[in-house]
């Protein structure tokens, strides 16, 4: 099965900050990656799929690149509703598999 | 609108049984891939398991291969997931997921699990 190995696990930022979180697929994966953004309580959310398509609905600060083994999920201008845990997913196969998250703390 | 809504989630003790069922609505039931995925407390995300359109197809995730069984009922908008030989590991928030070409974009709201003596 295919891994997906995220990080870092936490990250303090302040807002305004710069924001980059990183997804490594132990196999070329093409682009089928999605990130989701979920905060406590709450239901994950989709943000981008397909690495860098964002999700109608979702702020233009987001942002998805990568293809093959590696994927990043940009945060251009952190803003205070951004805390939340990110996770990283492959899917376009019968198995998911997600990463294993990174919460964005408040610094 | 999309909803996904589960139930059947409650206590039980190691070793017992549990039967979760998720209700679709605001869609055509039957063009859709489903999933399971749970989601431990304070931990991350699970894919449990997987389920083709008219349910011929099915996958599990090994950590509950042989104790857990996935199914359908298109004529009544329902997914289910059949629960066995539970596990304290398995104590979660079990969500229904529908499944797109762009991810997964609609999640139920949850089922919590509870595996405990």
């Known amino acids: 099965d295919i891994q997906m190995t995220q990080s870092p696990s936490t990250l303090s930022a302040s807002v305004g900050d710069r924001v980059t979180i990183t997804c490594r697929a132990s196999?070329?994966?093409?682009?089928?990656v999605a990130w989701y953004q979920q905060k406590p309580g709450k239901v994950p959310k989709l943000l981008i799929y397909k690495a860098s398509s964002l999700e109608s609905g979702v702020p233009s600060r987001f942002s998805g690149s990568g293809s093959g083994t590696e994927f990043t999920l940009t945060i251009s201008s952190l803003q205070p509703d951004d805390f939340a845990t990110y996770y990283c997913q492959h899917y376009n196969t019968y198995r998911w598999t997600f990463g294993q998250g990174t919460k964005v703390e408040i610094k | 609108e999309v909803q996904l809504v589960e139930s059947g989630g409650g206590l039980v003790q190691p070793g017992g049984s549990l039967r979760l069922s998720c209700a679709a609505s605001g869609f055509i039931f039957s063009n859709y891939e489903m999933n399971w995925v749970r989601q431990a407390p304070g931990k991350g995300l699970e894919w449990v398991s997987y389920?083709?359109?008219?349910?011929?197809?099915?996958y599990y995730a090994d950590s509950v291969k042989g104790r857990f069984t996935i199914s359908r009922d298109n004529a009544k908008n329902s997914l289910y997931l059949q629960m066995d030989s539970l596990r304290d590991e398995d104590t979660a928030a079990y969500y229904c997921?529908?499944?797109?070409?762009?991810?997964?974009?609609?999640w139920g709201q949850g089922t919590l699990v509870t595996v405990s003596s």
């Open positions: 389920i083709s359109s008219s349910g011929g197809t099915k």
């Open positions: 997921v529908r499944d797109e070409a762009v991810g997964a974009p609609y």
């Open positions: 196999q070329s994966i093409s682009n089928w």
